[in-house]
């Protein structure tokens, strides 16, 4: 049974930083695709990053590149985002989510993830 438990969200000023992390247990990830989803309230649930956990190789939306980074740490298992330069536009609930790597890093959809974590709420203040 595959578990994703997110951790890092918090309050933080326009232009800070926050590092979000998750913890993957269950299953060896080294066949799957970690993804990094928000939701804002009212809004539908949206990509953000995915890495391919067998080559490191990453995927960002257009409105987080060169601001956000996401890596992954075999050793501990965990798929951590490192989010600076934080706008308010950024607020939201950040999912982890997992998939096996069957299809491109392109694909993006929420559907396209069968594990999910309980998010974490990252609210940043302008």
């Known amino acids: 049974q595959v578990q994703l438990v997110e951790s890092g969200g918090g309050l933080v000023q326009a232009g800070g930083s926050l590092r979000l992390s998750c913890a993957a247990s269950?299953?060896?990830?080294?066949?799957?695709?970690m993804g990094w989803f928000r939701q804002a309230p009212g809004k539908e649930r949206e990509f953000v990053a995915a890495?391919?956990?067998?080559?490191?190789?990453?995927y960002y939306t257009d409105s987080v590149k060169g601001r956000f980074t996401i890596s992954r740490d075999s050793a501990k298992n965990t798929v951590d985002l490192q989010m600076n330069s934080l706008k308010p536009e950024d607020t939201a609930r950040y999912y982890c989510?997992?998939?096996?790597?069957?299809?491109?890093?392109?694909?993006?959809?929420?559907?396209?993830?069968?594990?999910w974590g309980q998010g974490t709420q990252v609210t940043v203040s302008s």
């Open positions: 989510a997992a998939r096996r790597t069957l299809q491109s890093i392109l694909v993006t959809t929420t559907t396209s993830y069968g594990y």
């Open positions: 890495i391919r956990w067998s080559d490191g190789i990453t």
């Open positions: 269950g299953r060896t990830f080294s066949s799957y695709t």
